[in-house]
Nanobody
Framework: QVQLVESGGGLVQAGDSLRLSCAAS????????MAWFRQAPGKERDFVAA????????YYKDSVKGRFTISRDNAKSLVYLQMNSLKPEDTAVYYC??????????????WGQGTQVTVSS
């Protein structure tokens, strides 16, 4: 089992930045690819970014490329999502996920409870 706990969400204005963190515990963190998904009100959960176990490869949803950066610290069992130039359409609950390989679908084995990000215009 892997337990994931997200933090760092909040209310910000358009153009601001936030850094989300996801702390993992349980099985060896470095064995897992990690990802961030988000779910806006009334919408399905959607892929945002993913990173391989080594951190060498990253993947992004088109609409966040150039604004968001996913990274990880295997020594600390943490994964981050740095979000810059935030827009109101980035408002959502953000979820951290862990799985055997980075994918854009929801084929991850473990999920956190989510952290709310609200961007006001």
């Amino acid at each position: 089992q892997v337990q994931l706990v997200e933090s760092g969400g909040g209310l910000v204005q358009a153009g601001d930045s936030l850094r989300l963190s996801c702390a993992a515990s349980g099985r060896t963190f470095s064995n897992y690819a990690m990802a961030w998904f988000r779910q806006a009100p009334g919408k399905e959960r959607d892929f945002v970014a993913a990173i391989t176990w080594s951190g060498r490869s990253t993947y992004y949803k088109d609409s966040v490329k150039g604004r968001f950066t996913i990274s990880r610290d295997n020594a600390k069992s943490l994964v981050y999502l740095q979000m810059n130039s935030l827009k109101p359409e980035d408002t959502a609950v953000y979820y951290c996920a862990a799985g055997p390989r980075p994918t854009t679908n929801e084929r991850y084995d473990y999920w956190g409870q989510g952290t709310q990000v609200t961007v006001s215009s």
